[in-house]
Every structure is written in structure tokens, then in C-alpha cells.
């Protein structure tokens, strides 16, 4: 199956700091999904970006599909913007409607 | 509020004994999934099912069950747990795009934290 693999695995920043979190996938995709999990555990969906770029506020993503990576860019970090950032991709082709995701990337954030 | 809502919160079981952990969405999302979460380990998906009366395996589903009976509901069942049940469960929904290609919303609920003694 497709593999994902994330970079950094820990991250530390002071508030304010900008930071850049990556996603390598070992196989063309047509659905890329990042997510923040808050240190109480729960799960936010950010964005949906197979290709492209969006941005939303402070944070944006750019996926380059033809060279099967996805970066997340946090800018102006907040002590809020704490937790675990995760990847996650359907292989193009896919037979069934799942995500697979890689092991994520713990951000903390400073005061 | 919308969204996906999990029970228990919170369980310890004993070794053998049995469960159900609940998961309800109440925005007509085709698609329900359930994974755990293990320390540093990411998501693993346990189940999933893509409408109702219709499940799948995942990537991890031995000792767990799952059934699809209404579009709102997508219960998992442990039967004979097992310390190596140990973990965080989350569920999880999303729905199907008007091409029928893609799925979006992926919403996911609070979860549950299972410790098997």
C-alpha cells in the first residue's frame, strides 16, 4: 500500500516563529488531507488539497502531486497552534474510500 | 451541535470481557470509519463502511466487529479484549462527492480511551 512519511517528527518554536511541516507519499494520490490534533486529543480537519495551494488564515498547504509531497506552513506560530499535525492520502486508483496517514509531526509551541 | 459523537469517553475493561463503543454522526455522510490511535504511531483504520448494511476491513481489524445498520450509526464491537486492545479509538465520517470520485468533510469525534487490564 501507499506509504506516507512526515517531517519532522518533533518540532519546537517560540510563539511567533514560522514554521514548515512536510508529507513525502510513495505513490500518485488524488486525495490529501491535513489535520491538527489538539493536545486534548481532538481532531480538526484543515485542509483538502490533493494539488495546488490553499491558505486559511495563518496556515496554508501546497501539495506537488507530480513529485508526491505536501508542505504545511505556519506562520506567526501561537501557543493554540500546539499539537500533532498529520498527512493523509488515497492512492490515485483506490478501490475503496479511506485514508491512510503517516505518524504525524508533534509541534509545540512556546510562550 | 453537528457533527460525530462517541461513548464512552473513558473505559477500562478486563481481559476477556466484551464492549461496544458507540458512534453516532448526524450529518448524512455516507461514509463511517473507525481507527485507533497507538502512542507515536499515528491512525490505524480498524473498519469502515461506506453506507448502510455495507462494512469493509481495514488495515487492523482482528478481535473487533462492526455493523451499519441506519446511515447514523456505525457501532465496533470488541469481543474477548485483549491488552493489545489498548488505545484510542476514534470514529469518523465523510461523504461522497456528486462524481461519486472523491469524499470530503472528514469529520472525526472526541474518541474513546480503552485501557484492557
Known amino acids: 500500500g501507499i506509504q506516507v512519511e512526515q517531517s519532522p517528527p518533533d518540532l519546537i518554536l517560540q510563539e511567533g516563529a514560522n514554521s514548515t511541516l512536510r508529507c513525502n507519499f510513495s505513490?500518485?494520490?488524488?486525495?490529501l488531507q491535513w489535520f491538527h490534533q489538539n493536545p486534548w486529543g481532538q481532531l480538526i480537519n484543515l485542509f483538502y488539497i490533493p494539488s495546488g495551494t490553499k491558505q486559511n488564515g495563518r496556515l496554508s498547504a501546497t501539495t506537488v502531486a507530480t513529485e508526491r509531497y505536501s508542505l504545511l506552513y505556519i506562520s506567526s506560530s501561537q501557543t493554540t497552534d500546539s499539537g500533532v499535525y498529520f498527512c493523509a492520502v488515497r492512492a490515485r486508483g483506490g478501490s475503496n474510500y479511506k485514508l491512510t496517514f503517516g505518524k504525524g509531526t508533534l509541534l509545540t509551541v512556546n510562550p | 451541535n453537528a457533527g460525530v459523537t462517541q461513548t464512552p469517553k473513558f473505559r477500562i475493561l478486563k481481559i476477556g470481557q466484551s464492549m461496544t463503543l458507540q458512534c453516532a454522526q448526524d450529518m448524512n455522510h455516507n461514509y463511517m470509519y473507525w481507527y485507533r490511535q497507538d502512542p507515536g504511531m499515528g491512525l490505524k483504520l480498524i473498519y469502515y463502511s461506506v453506507g448502510a448494511g455495507i462494512t469493509d476491513k481495514g488495515e487492523v481489524p482482528n478481535g473487533y466487529n462492526v455493523s451499519r445498520s441506519t446511515t447514523e450509526d456505525f457501532p465496533l464491537r470488541l469481543e474477548l479484549a485483549a491488552p493489545s486492545q489498548t488505545s484510542v479509538y476514534f470514529c469518523?465520517?465523510?461523504?461522497?462527492?456528486?462524481?461519486?470520485?472523491?469524499?470530503?468533510?472528514?469529520?472525526f469525534g472526541s474518541g474513546t480511551r480503552l485501557t484492557v487490564v
Open positions: 505513490d500518485s494520490v488524488n486525495n
Open positions: 469518523a465520517s465523510s461523504y461522497l462527492s456528486g462524481t461519486g470520485d472523491q469524499f470530503y468533510g472528514y469529520t
